[in-house]
């Protein structure tokens, strides 16, 4: 990897999170910043939560120029903010942060660049989203994104499944009426299986397929199902060839890999900071070679 100048000049940028050290947003932070000839780095720091706000402050008072936000402060976050974009505010998380300073005061800008990672990655992959029908399993952060993308591209209905139903019908209740209306909650495999042909997008908003002991060998959806024609959205990353991504390959669908997100959602994040979209041309092969 390229040497850095660093000097006293040199910005700062980073990403809290915990854990944090895993990810490979440095890696496609620091080379869009040496491409673009931007004289800053990006670090990652991993802290539990209690250390959050003081983390928060410290950094605003430290002149971070911007921050990325991953698991498990994208909502905890919120609070600390001053103000939130349209679409942040709505999903009520946020990955990126801002800060803009003036002689008195730094304010805090927070942004949510997941919901664009998701959209641009299935519509750069060539797939329309809308009037498409789409299945989403799991009801965490990933997944409130992808409803959020989903809704704006006006797709058809969205399925959400999820092992703990609590925890779909507490996302559906962050949307009003119009938008619940075309929400609906899968309770079992069953449900799913009787809604599976209507289905033409299956996003995976789940850890299951990661790189862990307990995961990698998983599938978010019964084995038995067949993917043919569907379009398949993993948002796992590492592998980026999950148990889900080589069965929807070998079955004849279309698939959008977790690595497109997440460059996709860096880029957008780069360009909030520095208001430059970087070149993501060679990225992904860089970054395959991060994962197993
Ligand atoms: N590619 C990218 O750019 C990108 C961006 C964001 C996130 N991600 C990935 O998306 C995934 C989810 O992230 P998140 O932020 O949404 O996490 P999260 O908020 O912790 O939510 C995880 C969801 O997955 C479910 N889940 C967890 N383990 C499970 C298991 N063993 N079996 C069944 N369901 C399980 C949880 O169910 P319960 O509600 O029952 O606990 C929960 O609904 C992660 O792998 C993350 O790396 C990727």
Same mark, same amino acid.
């Given at each position: 990897?390229?040497?850095?100048?660093?000097?006293?000049?040199?910005?700062?940028? /980073?990403?809290?999170?915990?854990?944090?050290?895993?990810?490979?947003?440095?890696?496609?932070?620091?080379?869009?910043?040496?491409?673009?000839?931007?004289?800053?780095?990006?670090?990652?720091?991993?802290?539990?939560?209690?250390?959050?706000? @003081?983390?928060?402050?410290?950094?605003?008072?430290?002149?971070?120029?911007?921050?990325?936000? @991953?698991?498990?402060?994208?909502?905890?976050?919120?609070?600390?903010?001053?103000?939130?974009?349209?679409?942040?505010?709505?999903?009520?998380?946020?990955?990126?942060?801002?800060?803009?300073?003036?002689?008195?005061?730094?304010?805090?800008?927070?942004?949510? @660049?997941?919901?664009?990672?998701?959209?641009?990655?299935?519509?750069?992959?060539?797939?329309?989203?809308?009037?498409?029908?789409?299945?989403?399993? /799991?009801?965490? /952060?990933?997944?409130?994104?992808?409803?959020?993308?989903?809704?704006?591209?006006?797709?058809?209905?969205?399925?959400?499944?999820?092992?703990?139903?609590?925890?779909?019908?507490?996302?559906?209740?962050?949307?009003?009426?119009?938008?619940?209306?075309?929400?609906?909650?899968?309770?079992?495999?069953?449900?799913?299986?009787?809604?599976?042909?209507?289905?033409?997008?299956?996003?995976?908003? @789940?850890?299951?397929?990661?790189?862990?002991?307990?995961?990698?060998?998983?599938?978010?959806?019964?084995?038995?199902?067949?993917?043919?024609?569907?379009?398949?959205?993993?948002?796992?990353?590492?592998?980026?060839?999950?148990?889900?991504?080589?069965?929807?390959?070998?079955?004849?669908?279309?698939?959008?890999?977790?690595?497109?997100?997440?460059?996709?959602?860096?880029?957008?994040?780069?360009?909030?900071?520095?208001?430059?979209?970087?070149?993501? /041309?060679?990225?992904?092969?860089?970054?395959?070679?991060?994962?197993?």
């Amino acid at each position: 990897m390229q040497q850095l100048n660093i000097s006293s000049n040199t910005g700062l940028l /980073g990403l809290f999170g915990y854990p944090s050290r895993h990810s490979l947003s440095p890696v496609i932070q620091n080379k869009f910043l040496r491409d673009n000839k931007i004289d800053a780095v990006y670090l990652t720091f991993e802290f539990p939560e209690e250390e959050l706000e @003081t983390a928060f402050e410290g950094a605003k008072s430290l002149g971070l120029l911007g921050l990325n936000i @991953t698991m498990p402060y994208k909502e905890k976050i919120c609070s600390l903010l001053d103000k939130k974009d349209k679409i942040a505010a709505a999903a009520g998380s946020v990955n990126t942060i801002k800060f803009n300073r003036n002689e008195y005061f730094t304010e805090a800008a927070g942004f949510n @660049t997941d919901i664009d990672g998701i959209t641009e990655s299935i519509k750069k992959a060539g797939h329309e989203i809308r009037d498409k029908n789409c299945l989403i399993t /799991g009801a965490g /952060g990933a997944a409130r994104s992808a409803v959020f993308a989903f809704l704006k591209e006006k797709a058809g209905k969205i399925f959400i499944y999820n092992r703990t139903a609590e925890k779909a019908e507490n996302l559906l209740k962050v949307f009003d009426q119009k938008n619940s209306g075309k929400i609906f909650i899968l309770y079992s495999l069953d449900d799913l299986k009787k809604r599976y042909d209507d289905l033409d997008i299956i996003c995976n908003c @789940t850890p299951i397929g990661m790189n862990l002991k307990k995961m990698i060998d998983k599938m978010p959806l019964p084995e038995d199902i067949n993917l043919y024609e569907k379009i398949v959205f993993e948002t796992v990353y590492n592998p980026v060839e999950t148990k889900l991504v080589k069965k929807a390959r070998r079955e004849g669908a279309m698939v959008v890999d977790g690595l497109d997100m997440l460059i996709n959602q860096a880029a957008s994040s780069f360009k909030i900071w520095f208001g430059v979209m970087p070149e993501t /041309g060679n990225l992904k092969e860089v970054l395959l070679k991060y994962t197993i």
